[in-house]
T-cell receptor, first 115, second 117 residues
Framework: DAKTTQPPSMDCAEGRAANLPCNHS???????VYWYRQIHSQGPQYIIH???NNETNEMASLIITEDRKSSTLILPHATLRDTAVYYC????????????????FGQGTILTVHP | GAVVSQHPSRVICKSGTSVKIECRSL??????MFWYRQFPKQSLMLMAT?????????EQGVEKDKFLINHASLTLSTLTVTSAHPEDSSFYIC?????????????FGPGTRLTVL
């Protein structure tokens, strides 16, 4: 699976949009971009994933560049409860095989939302 | 989203005893579940992949005889830490794989904090 690079930390004011970048310059054509977050002392929470089109759900938007070498997770109106470690993970998304589905977590970005 | 539970949420045991952790998918069936371990201030490390009805696949460096995994049904996987020692103290997290319209994803349990005295 392709390696990702994220800034170690970011700050955001409450109510503003939080834009978290991720570089994945070695991504392959069949690899998806996944975003998870982990609030302190809890299990990770799935946020969103995409292949090449931009995606939006009730939690966030995912913007993937045309060359797919980078992406941005957008939390449109950050709240204090969005303070967490955000992980960008790239992996094959095709179902099948007993080993598919493995997620490799890096260090992620610590997002701190300030009042 | 899909819900995954873990039990217990916290356990303290004496060195040399065994501890069993349960992971359940509550509203979906999961043929594949995963077990992770997280030490303080570190990221999650995958320990093993658990497939229903077959033997688990362990990551390099994880002792299969120490960390016993059983995935007897489509909604339950268990991790047993045998002969636990203080260095096994960690945050153990499971996840369950679910197929979605665009590939698949994983939903995680809340984690189990194991402290070995």
């Amino acid at each position: 699976d392709a390696k990702t690079t994220q800034p170690p930390s970011m700050d955001c004011a409450e109510g503003r949009a939080a834009n978290l970048p991720c570089n994945h310059s070695t991504i392959s054509g069949n690899e998806y971009v996944y975003w998870y977050r982990q609030i302190h002392s809890q299990g990770p929470q799935y946020i969103i994933h995409g292949l090449k089109n931009n995606e939006t759900n009730e939690m966030a938007s995912l913007i993937i560049t045309e060359d797919r070498k980078s992406s941005t997770l957008i939390l449109p109106h950050a709240t204090l409860r969005d303070t967490a470690v955000y992980y960008c993970i790239v992996r094959v998304g095709t179902a099948g095989g007993t080993s598919y589905g493995k997620l490799t977590f890096g260090q992620g970005t610590i997002l701190t939302v300030h009042p | 989203g899909a819900v995954v539970s873990q039990h217990p949420s916290r356990v303290i045991c004496k060195s040399g005893t065994s501890v069993k952790i349960e992971c359940r998918s509550l509203d979906f069936q999961a043929t594949t579940m995963f077990w992770y371990r997280q030490f303080p201030k570190q990221s999650l490390m995958l320990m093993a992949t658990s497939n229903e009805g077959s033997k688990a696949t362990y990551e390099q460096g994880v002792e299969k005889d120490k960390f016993l995994i059983n995935h007897a049904s489509l909604t339950l996987s268990t991790l047993t830490v045998t002969s636990a020692h203080p260095e096994d103290s960690s945050f153990y997290i499971c996840s369950a794989r679910i197929l979605v319209s665009r590939g698949d994803t994983q939903y995680f349990g809340p984690g189990t904090r194991l402290t070995v005295l």
